[in-house]
């Protein structure tokens, strides 16, 4: 982990020096005006992230639950649900979301009042390329460091069945399955959801863009749908799984660690050619 570090590290060094030699960009500056202007008590509080955090799952998640209880009957989209005859009951959905709520009342909140003071705000809002390329930066490592968790998670089988288990109740996820999580692997994904951004150097506010598209890809990879807009089908080569390569996770627990991106599992040889399963529970109905 520490020479990953070290060259990510060098990596950004090289790439800001780099972008040294062109033009100053702050296009974001005056909304990071605006914001210091007129919402500073808020975005200095450290209970602020927790709330961006739990409002983005909520907000993405939502549509695909709608589409969750609508099914069938809405044949355009419900044609591209990866597993058609598995639908998750709005008991298991509700159940999905109130743990998330507990979660986040009962551990999320009273961790963060304990141990994460309140945050720094620089008068300088980051460039465009500063955000796009940390924040990149910041997904990459959190890909790395929960594969490797996950992987450990999945070979032990105290640690699985008392840890991540629980997140393996569905064989089909859903939208608010993406949170459905034990404490433990909760506060580990929050620890590196905070450590990562101060390692990095990161602005606040590609820490609060990160934390909300981290979010979404998450419920994505959870949605059960294969839809044609997806990142997955949207970035090219491959390089995102997506609720393809989550649901066949799900299916055969030990494939498609990665969370985000394909490259780990691929080295390691955990890859699963997740469109042949799909394939094959269509064509069985």
């Known amino acids: ?23 100053s960009d702050r296009l974001l500056q005056p909304l990071w005006d605006h914001l210091l202007s007129n919402h500073l008590p808020l975005i ?13 799952y909520f907000f993405c998640s939502l549509p695909f639950a709608a589409l ?18 598995r639908r998750p009951t709005p008991s298991a959905m509700g159940q999905s979301f109130l743990r998330s709520v507990y979660n986040h009342l009962i551990f999320v909140l009273p961790a963060v009042a304990l141990f994460i003071p309140p ?36 070979k032990h089988l105290q640690l699985y069945r008392w840890v991540h288990a629980i997140h393996h109740e569905y064989i089909s996820p859903f939208s608010w399955s993406a949170e459905q999580l034990s404490i433990p692997e909760l506060m580990a994904v929050g620890f590196w959801g ?4 101060v390692l990095l150097g990161c602005h606040p506010l590609t820490t609060w863009c990160v934390t909300v598209f981290s979010i979404w890809m998450s419920v994505e990879d959870h949605i059960g749908y294969d839809l044609p807009w997806t990142l997955n089908r949207v970035v090219p080569f ?8 989550h649901d066949m996770h799900h299916q055969k627990p ?8 394909r490259h780990w599992d691929r080295i390691f040889g955990t890859a699963a050619p997740f469109s042949l399963l799909c394939f094959s529970l269509r064509g069985n109905l």
Request: proline share 9%.
């Open 119 to 154: 945050t720094a705000v620089p008068q300088e809002a980051p460039s465009v390329y500063e955000l796009l390329v940390d924040g990149l930066a910041v997904l990459l490592l959190f890909d790395t460091q929960y594969f490797i968790w996950h992987v450990v998670h999945h």
């Open 238 to 245: 491959g390089l995102l799984g997506g609720a393809p390569a």
């Open 194 to 197: 905070n450590l990562d951004p």
């Open 1 to 23: 982990m520490t020479s990953f570090l070290s060259r990510a590290n060098i990596f950004k060094q090289h790439l800001e020096f780099l972008h040294s030699q062109a033009p």
């Open 68 to 85: 969750d209880l609508l099914g069938s009957r809405v044949p355009m989209f419900h044609r591209y649900k990866i597993q058609p005859a």
């Open 44 to 56: 200095t509080s450290p209970f602020f992230p927790v709330l961006l955090a739990f409002s983005s």
């Open 254 to 261: 030990g494939c498609n660690f990665a969370p985000f991106f």
